[in-house]
């Protein structure tokens, strides 16, 4: 079995090779992407993060599901803020990892004409010599981005390659806002890019008198909502991953990208940590051992009423297969005319219906916990890709009930006092499945606590250490946790990340 | 001016007195209620809560917009567990008083033949004796309402006068349920009541064996949700105020019933209490001094993007006046091609779009703050009635975006001791808006302590003094408070209601 495996590996780490990547043959696997009829090359060929710096050889080692060996970062090599980082492959449910991580210091910077589109373009800090000096301030930006894949792992390599140069980019369109922190940004941009006020004053006179209006010059409108810089920073998160999410739609026409991908982004940026979330990834912050949760999970239960109501709306999207209302499990013919318990969009009780035959069509959502389904398909709500996704043996796409915008939450990191051992962990549920966040911050803090404080690897070898905690090690009866319980057989894929990072650096 | 509207008054309360609502004249106001063009009679005349038992002079009196009389319970008339109340008419933006309150103690029992649709009847206590006793088990239920009417009063008091009965219906159909409290209620009932089990034998015995199914024979099927009784009385609860709302526009064929109504009701049964909130009356539970809020407020601010989300999924609903993306302010014609701030349903942050010809359509979602209105028309997302509401001068429904279902929180009574100051504490958005959770708390606490434990009116007096805090007292320039901020000049109900309460009354 385990041999078995491993000849197909083998066969398929040849195929997945960077430099094969050029090659288009029709027995090219790939990358473990399922090729389209027409055998189009894959968009990035597979592999593991550049940071990890993998030989053929290790790479093709770190496939193996029989021992599932830990990745972390090697010694001499160092992410910025002494990032730590540590990976494994599951224990035989997909042939690849199909996890991926990104880590990467880049510059925000006014676009100039010549790299309008540069999202595809290396950031390499050259300045670019023909602007004066002042136009080309550069506002240091980190970014640390988890990506689970599902369905083959197309979706999740594109999106750590891509993501975090499309928020560079657009955070770039804005630059000349961010300049200025204290000024709230305006509301109406001119087409050059500068602040527009239209005029009111012709208005402002036809109008009968206003108790309401503000006579302040500054205030030109009855009603003008303030926004903040944070508010734009968060806007331009969400609208990147939409752009993201549709990059992976248009590139689709000339390129194998399969599955799709949760997404976890932190941006670190003038001062502020901000957390991304569109999937079933966690991140917390652990200060002084206490855990500040940073994400929440989007899964079919807890976005139940939201794919119910949309169901409601548009019930064509459920194909004549499905019903939008939850039942607590599935109805026979022979309970129709019977009374049964169920939700529906509005509810999060439950109540008795009496059950008619569209009763009978499989529910939109179905099952508990991990294994809650859309359409008896996927089993988070929220990420990258999957735009191809079907119902199995139906033309029913699950695409529609997916969100591709992340819930932001953002931590002031200037506004408090980190010490070496307050961390942002990030992992993937392959993490979190066996262990709590309470589990988590504990491990850590013990961890971090016995370890050099200037010891460059601390954080590298806190996440080995959390991310053995949740494989176990193997036994006769499977992977196992030194509780006997039973280790994640998921991808696991780890951040540590000291939050006094940006003085550790200099 | 003040003569103006007392003279006003005097002629609607004349024809507003219970006396007076059989005569069906054409010049019959129907109790601030506006008529039909077909002058249809009131549904329930105008009235105060039965409870406080006025007499038509002081029903008039407490209409007095100039002197704004502070209506309490008389200290002859006990509400169960001693619960306080008092009330106030606004300052003069409605003719009436657009706040009811209802508070009720009924018995839930199994619906004999006679009675099965027994939601007009009075609960008059008195047992059947008809059927063995056994089948006559009645379980108590203490019922608190308050209901905040706008745009007339008639959804208000008949959300009053029976939505307490509706609740008690529902969940006398599952009354045989609820009297094994340590027993799941069955997923799914027989026409009888009788739960009923489909035989899944067969079936298992056709399907390939399956790993996660139980062999125990208890659970029969491979997933069957657990749902507990307190899940099914939320069930009920929720359902009961759509059953209202449908009641309602049922009844408006036959009837005057104007207006709609935000409803704010606390249900105790078998030892827990039930806050169901649709609207933005707020409900907290003062102990110890601490505050455990019990409601969240339905807002256009705080349902944006649901809202956003059925304009985005049904535009044919926005009657092309109207757009789904919310901008900071509105957008001139000049400003076309121009680029401003927007967010749509997805976000919560905010990014610049080019204006097109559609943006300068009116936004869906409008205002800050209490001047937040859904169309230009409404400033609350929750609530029954309204089903004639259009947006002025057009043919637009507000009602689609308006939801009916209250949003329910559980309070283990039971599990709890409570001293004879801990209360929870009901009011309408007329407390609230000038009195925050924590300056509650702090007046009922400190009010309770000063007050003999033993006097039956301590509850009414707490209620009296925080009533007055938001109402403030008349001076040149209007209703003030001590600090000479300005008054609530809107409608104010509150009660006052003692966790203690059912020891207190035996």
Redesign the interface.
């Known amino acids: 079995m385990i041999s078995k495996v491993k000849n197909a590996m083998s066969t398929l780490v040849g195929g997945m090779m960077p430099h094969g990547h050029h090659h288009h043959h029709n027995h090219h696997s790939g990358g473990g992407q399922t090729c389209g009829p027409d055998s189009l090359p894959p968009r990035f060929p597979y592999g593991r993060p550049d940071f990890l710096d993998l030989t053929p050889e290790l790479l093709q080692y770190s496939t193996e599901h029989a021992s599932r060996p830990v990745l972390t970062l090697k010694r001499d090599s160092r992410l910025h803020w002494r990032t730590g980082y540590a990976e494994v492959i599951n224990a035989g449910k997909s042939m690849l990892n199909e996890d991926q991580a990104s880590c990467e210091k880049l510059f925000v910077k006014k676009p100039s004409g010549k790299h309008r589109n540069s999202t595809l373009q290396e950031d390499n800090g050259v300045s670019e010599g023909r602007r004066p000096e002042h136009q080309n301030r550069r506002i240091p930006l980190h970014f640390w981005g988890v990506f689970d894949g599902h369905a083959g792992s197309g979706a999740a390599i594109m999106a750590s390659k891509l993501l975090h140069r499309l928020i560079r980019d657009r955070l770039g369109?804005?630059c000349h806002l961010l300049e200025n922190p204290n000024s709230a940004?305006p509301?109406?941009?001119?087409?050059n890019?500068s602040p527009?006020q239209?005029?009111?004053k012709k208005?402002a006179s036809q109008e009968p008198e206003d108790p309401d209006a503000v006579s302040d010059s500054t205030v030109r409108?009855h009603?003008?909502?303030?926004?903040s810089l944070?508010?734009?920073?968060?806007?331009?998160?969400?609208?990147a991953f939409?752009q993201m999410d549709d990059l992976i739609e248009k590139e689709k026409a000339s390129y194998a990208i399969s599955g799709g991908c949760c997404a976890l982004a932190a941006i670190h940026m003038m001062g502020k940590l901000y957390v991304a979330n569109a999937g079933d990834s966690r991140a917390i912050i652990i200060r002084n051992n206490e855990v500040i949760p940073m994400t929440n999970e989007f899964t079919p239960e807890s976005e139940r009423q939201?794919l119910q109501?949309?169901g409601f709306?548009?019930p064509e999207l459920l194909g004549n297969e499905f019903t939008h209302i939850e039942?607590?499990?599935?109805i026979?013919h022979?309970?129709l005319?019977?009374?049964?318990?169920y939700?529906d969009h509005?509810?999060?009780?439950?109540?008795?219906k009496t059950i008619v035959e569209d009763d009978l069509k499989f529910p939109l959502i179905?099952?508990?916990g991990k294994?809650a389904r859309v359409m008896a398909t996927i089993g988070v709500t929220r990420g990258l890709g999957d735009h191809d996704l079907k119902v199995y043996n139906s033309n029913i796409y699950i695409k529609p009930f997916l969100?591709c915008?992340p819930?932001?939450k953002v931590y002031n990191l200037d506004e408090n006092k980190h010490g070496p051992d307050d961390v942002l962990v990030m992992g993937t549920d392959g993490l979190w499945d066996v262990t709590t966040d309470r589990e988590v911050a504990d491990a850590v803090t013990a961890y971090l606590s016995c370890c050099d404080p200037s010891d460059p690897m601390r954080y590298t070898l806190a996440a080995q250490d959390l991310l053995m905690r949740s494989r176990g090690v193997l036994k006769e009866r499977g992977w196992r946790l030194p509780n006997e319980r039973l280790g994640s057989g998921d991808d696991i894929t780890v951040f540590v990340v000291p939050l006094a990072g940006l003085e550790l650096e200099t």
Chains 1, 2 share one sequence.
């Open positions: 369109e804005i940004p509301i109406c941009l001119a087409k890019g527009y239209a005029d009111t208005g409108f009603m003008e909502k303030a926004v944070e508010g734009l920073v968060i806007g331009v998160i969400e609208t939409s939201r109501y949309l709306l548009r039942f607590p499990r599935r026979q022979s309970e005319g019977k009374k049964m318990l939700r509005t509810m999060t009780g439950w109540a008795y179905y099952g508990e294994k969100s915008v819930e932001v």
